[in-house]
């Protein structure tokens, strides 16, 4: 078995082991692997070991490898989610060529994205990233003005609002890893009672996917424990 089919295999039986210790049913958690500055070649392992959803951060990048994977692989079911700090004249290729984007924190963003999604691909999934630990050098949207842009954004044509996403400031005691998790949920639980349908959590990378999956994380964002150390990295996975 490759070293990418046998991480992969791993993760997977982290998730359900996590899953099954916080009382949730293993397929409840799905695996999302970030393969950022990793080649076509790495995707289309992972696809032969069956993982069939990829989170990208950087644009050009993923764009070349959607293209190399496509070409190598015709006919195959490969999801692409988008992970990354979106700037406002890269949201065409963004809408046109990703089933999910998880890093909307402005309106602004959610219209462009919403104007340039081609109908014929159906709606956009769209999950709200949530700045949960306040760190000025992240993105996302601070907590209490996540209520009025959720109602905004469920009201755009071409998109559904899914959940919320997080990366919280990196943590090394599973305790205080639950922490931003826990206010994650709460702040999803709000927005539901609030009368918006969403379903969807994206938190949990490598280092601490078990304290995400045991507070309610649906979709965990694995990198670095699937396909190794990368050369750069900037977080999401």
Same mark, same amino acid.
């Given at each position: 078995?490759?070293? #990418?089919? =046998?991480?992969?295999?791993?993760?997977? $039986? /982290?998730?359900? +082991?996590?899953?099954?210790?916080?009382? &949730?049913?293993?397929?409840?958690?799905?695996?999302?692997?970030?393969?950022?500055?990793?080649?076509?070649?790495?995707?289309?392992?992972?696809?032969?070991?069956?993982?069939?959803?990829?989170?990208?951060?950087?644009?050009?990048?993923?764009?070349?490898?959607?293209?190399?994977?496509?070409?190598?692989?015709?006919?195959?079911?490969?999801?692409?989610?988008?992970?990354?700090? #979106?700037? =406002?004249?890269?949201?065409?290729?963004? $809408? /046109?060529?990703? +089933?999910?984007?998880?890093?909307?924190? &402005?309106?602004?963003?959610?219209?462009?994205?919403?104007?340039?999604?081609?109908?014929?691909?159906?709606?956009?999934?769209?999950?709200?990233?949530?700045?949960?630990?306040?760190?000025?050098?992240?993105?996302?949207?601070?907590?209490?003005?996540?209520?009025?842009?959720?109602?905004?954004?469920?009201?755009?044509?071409?998109?559904?609002?899914?959940?919320?996403?997080?990366?919280?400031?990196?943590?090394?005691?599973?305790?205080?890893?639950?922490?931003?998790?826990?206010?994650?949920?709460?702040?999803?639980?709000?927005?539901?009672?609030?009368?918006?349908?969403?379903?969807?959590?994206?938190?949990?990378?490598?280092?601490?996917?078990?304290?995400?999956?045991?507070?309610?994380?649906?979709?965990?964002?694995?990198?670095?424990?699937?396909?190794?150390?990368?050369?750069?990295?900037?977080?999401?996975?």
């Amino acid at each position: 078995m490759s070293t #990418i089919s =046998s991480k992969l295999h791993d993760v997977e $039986a /982290t998730i359900r +082991a996590a899953a099954e210790g916080a009382g &949730r049913a293993p397929g409840s958690v799905r695996l999302l692997a970030v393969s950022k500055t990793f080649g076509a070649d790495a995707v289309l392992e992972a696809m032969h070991a069956g993982q069939h959803a990829f989170g990208e951060n950087y644009l050009q990048e993923a764009l070349d490898k959607i293209e190399a994977v496509a070409q190598a692989a015709p006919g195959e079911l490969v999801e692409w989610h988008f992970i990354g700090p #979106i700037q =406002s004249n890269k949201t065409r290729p963004i $809408a /046109t060529h990703f +089933a999910w984007v998880h890093s909307v924190d &402005r309106l602004k963003i959610a219209q462009r994205l919403s104007e340039q999604r081609p109908p014929e691909l159906g709606p956009l999934n769209i999950c709200l990233q949530v700045n949960v630990s306040g760190e000025a050098s992240k993105s996302g949207i601070a907590e209490d003005e996540l209520p009025e842009l959720a109602r905004q954004v469920a009201a755009l044509p071409n998109l559904r609002l899914r959940g919320l996403m997080a990366i919280p400031e990196p943590e090394s005691d599973p305790a205080k890893q639950r922490a931003p998790f826990a206010r994650m949920r709460g702040l999803l639980e709000r927005l539901r009672a609030g009368g918006l349908e969403l379903d969807t959590l994206s938190m949990g990378m490598s280092g601490d996917l078990e304290a995400a999956v045991a507070e309610g994380a649906t979709i965990v964002r694995i990198g670095s424990a699937i396909f190794g150390a990368r050369h750069y990295d900037k977080g999401n996975a």
